[in-house]
């Protein structure tokens, strides 16, 4: 499986090196709020990967503060619409989140949380500045899953319960590229 | 010409109309499914258990010697001459061979259902079913027979979410089930609601208190008595004729007792914030002494002369505390004084020979120390790779109940070598 990887990956960038558009590398870093059922709150994400002519496939991990706070991790693939400095883009996130609720965020003191599915898509706008700077207006729909753990009784006769979230939202970001 | 250009206008008018009417309306739908996409959802994933039943007829004429069964749920053991008792979690009793202690055989097993707690006295063995105690002459303990059943003797089991178990049957086992039910709204984060079938049985692999003697039990020998309690009250059995105990007395004894351990003339009852001693110097009639606070319905103990060797742990119903062992100066029972604390990984049973302290520490596995000086525990030998529960040391022969099997060690002050195991199967 990882020779295949490698051998996957040499293809990719030898294809590329011959290719008329250069492979460079590239960054998304936004701030925003996500709206959803629930109170209004925050997010951050860094998105980091690699440009190649209108597409940008990266690796993204955030902060969401959505109902319970957690950290997505995700890969994110970007497509502008239109060849130009600024112009529409499309984006498509998937990846998972790894609950880091506060006190008040669980339901039990000593519950634990498991990862779930993290997964948005929108429309952006990028206004270029520069030479490859650009300022980033976005808006999607994410959702994301978690899932809280809880024993109700003590350890010597457990009672587990198990609680699925998905918590659904509009993504609201503004942003920085280069 | 104007008519037709008029006409044409009102066309193209009413066209912009209907669109923008059309545009709106699509526009409307479009924020409605919208909006929906925004709901949050929450469900709640838990495990229905449901009793199975079985008359009390068929149950009591099986309380005998029947085939061995796997050990899965191992609890208390006890030793009477070659066989080791273990007491299978509300199930029943296993009938061990343990005349080659490198190879141990399970004989039989006794059906009890219920059971969590054993004690022998000569050719007796007493146990509990639920509430019941039953006595049983195990004379050839691979032909045991029950001589006597005492109904209501122990406090009746507790369930959870208001469950009344049906009285006039046993129960024998639980279906368990997992359901999926949409649960409170995720803006409302109370733990409970609502009224389900959702009761909790001391059944998997939950250990019953541990030890052979010396730590917490429903009931206790004490020469020719037996002494039993339930939430409030401590009965006294006489065990003159050891197949019929007869109660002759019953003593108030205070809120939400659990629990009852001998030691000398005395005994300590636990309850959920401590222990209260009772003199029992007259046997049939006990006498409250004193508190001892250091030690709850959940902690085992045990004792030697000079001090009392308590195990502390986290999750257990009796609430929280640290995962250690405390040692304390019983010299006088009235005022115990904490000699020293010692930080523990997940202590349970605890078992003594002479100077050597054997502490079965859950995960931590299990550590032996010299005890000549309480001050000053020396580890004189740890075995990891085991989850353990309880121990009975005697006679150089170190029996562990484990999680996945009942060791037994040959020890002495400078070694402990493992020489058998019988596997459990959960």
């Known amino acids: ?178 | 010409m104007a008519g037709n250009g008029f006409l044409n206008a009102a066309v193209s008018l009413f066209k912009l109309i209907v669109m923008k009417k059309f545009s709106i309306v699509i526009l409307g739908c479009l924020l409605f499914s919208f909006q929906a996409c925004l709901k949050d959802k929450l469900t709640r994933t838990y495990t229905i258990l449901e009793p199975i039943y079985q008359s009390r007829t068929v149950v009591e004429s099986n309380i005998k010697s029947n085939p061995p069964k796997e050990i899965q749920s191992p609890g208390k053991i006890f030793i009477y001459g070659n066989y080791i008792f273990l007491n299978e979690v509300d199930k029943g009793i296993h009938i061990i061979d343990n005349s080659n202690p490198s190879s141990p055989v399970a004989k039989a097993f006794i059906d009890i259902p219920g059971n969590v707690d054993i004690a022998v006295k000569g050719n007796t063995l007493y146990a509990d079913m639920y509430g019941d105690l039953v006595t049983m002459d195990i004379s050839n303990p691979l032909a045991s027979r029950m001589v006597k059943l005492q109904r209501d003797v122990f406090p009746e089991r507790n369930y959870t979410n208001g469950f009344m178990p049906d009285r006039s049957q046993i129960i024998v086992g639980w279906t368990k089930r997992d359901t999926t039910v949409p649960a409170n709204s995720v803006n409302n984060r109370i733990l409970r609601g609502g009224v389900f079938f959702d009761a909790m049985a001391a059944s998997s692999s939950a250990p019953a208190t541990p030890g052979l003697a010396g730590s917490m039990a429903r009931f206790a020998l004490v020469n020719d008595y037996l002494y039993a309690v339930d939430h409030h009250t401590l009965k006294c059995f006489s065990l003159t004729n050891a197949f019929d105990p007869q109660q002759i007395s019953s003593v108030y004894a205070g809120w939400d007792i659990e629990t009852i351990f001998p030691f000398k003339d005395k005994l300590f009852l636990g309850s959920m914030g401590g222990v209260f001693i009772y003199n029992i110097s007259n046997p049939v009639n006990p006498v409250i002494e004193s508190n001892f606070i250091h030690a709850r319905a959940c902690d085992p103990v045990i004792a030697d002369n000079n001090y009392a060797f308590v195990t502390l742990r986290t999750g257990t119903t009796c609430g929280p505390a640290n995962d250690e062992l405390q040692i304390l100066d019983i010299a006088n029972l009235r005022y115990p004084k904490l000699v020293k604390t010692y930080a523990m990984n997940s202590p349970h049973g605890l078992a003594k020979d002479h100077d050597l302290l054997f502490i079965c520490d859950g995960a931590g596995g299990l550590k032996m120390y010299d005890a000549s000086d309480v001050t000053h525990l020396v580890l004189k030998k740890r075995i990891t790779g085991l989850e353990t529960y309880d121990a009975i040391a005697w006679n150089n022969n170190l029996i562990v109940v484990a999680k996945d099997g009942l060791y037994q060690f040959d020890y002495t002050a400078a070694s402990l070598t493992r020489k058998s195991k019988l596997t459990i199967n959960h």
């Not at chain 1, 960038?13 to 996500?34: D, E, M, P, R, T």
């Not at chain 1, 959702?143 to 939202?169: C, G, N, V, W």
């Open chain 1, 1 to 178: 499986m990882k020779i295949l990887l490698i051998i996957a990956l040499l293809i990719f960038f030898s294809v590329a090196a011959g290719a008329q558009h250069k492979i460079v590398f590239s960054s998304q870093n936004y701030a925003g709020i996500l709206v959803g059922e629930n109170k209004t709150n925050y997010q951050f994400q860094t998105i980091n990967g690699i440009r190649y002519n209108t597409w940008l496939g990266g690796i993204g991990i955030g902060i969401d503060g959505y109902y319970v706070n957690s950290i997505p991790l995700f890969v994110s693939i970007n497509k502008e619409l239109f060849k130009k400095k600024s112009g529409f883009y499309l984006s498509a996130d998937a990846g998972i989140n790894f609950g880091c609720p506060t006190i008040n965020q669980r339901r039990a003191e000593e519950s634990d949380f498991d990862a779930g599915l993290y997964l948005t898509g929108g429309l952006g706008y990028k206004i270029g500045i520069g030479k490859t700077n650009g300022l980033l207006i976005y808006t999607g729909y994410s959702s994301k899953h978690l899932i809280e753990k809880t024993i109700s009784f003590p350890a010597d006769a457990p009672q587990m319960d198990k609680y699925d979230y998905y918590l659904r939202r509009i993504s609201l970001k503004i942003g920085w590229s280069f």
